[in-house]
Nanobody
Framework: QVQLVESGGGLVQAGGSLRLSCAASGNIFRISAMGWYRQAPGKQRELVAV???????NYGDSVKGRFTISRDSAKNTVYLQMNSLKPEDTAVYYC????????WGKGTLVTVSS
């Protein structure tokens, strides 16, 4: 089993920045991908960013150029640096780790005020 602990969410004004962290612990064999998804009220969960094998990255269209995903493999931790935040970025952000199976964090709320 793999446990995920997310941190860094909160309230920020439009144009501001936040940094999310997600640390994986437990019986980790090999993590092939780490990423962030988000779900706004009344909407489906969507991809924000994913980093695969610690190298290649993929971003959702709405965050390209504003968000940056990175990973510290030694700490099994993934980060999401969010800049130029917009009110439409308001959502619960979930960490996802692909190991022998997919694991999800409990989510952290990001609220961007206008």
């Amino acid at each position: 089993q793999v446990q995920l602990v997310e941190s860094g969410g909160g309230l920020v004004q439009a144009g501001g920045s936040l940094r999310l962290s997600c640390a994986a612990s437990g019986n980790i064999f090999r993590i092939s991908a780490m990423g962030w998804y988000r779900q706004a009220p009344g909407k489906q969960r969507e991809l924000v960013a994913v980093i695969i094998s610690g190298e290649s990255t993929n971003y959702g269209d709405s965050v390209k150029g504003r968000f940056t995903i990175s990973r510290d493999s030694a700490k099994n931790t993934v980060y999401l640096q969010m800049n130029s935040l917009k009110p439409e970025d308001t959502a619960v952000y979930y960490c996802n780790v692909l190991e022998t199976r997919s694991y999800w964090g409990k989510g952290t709320l990001v609220t961007v005020s206008s």
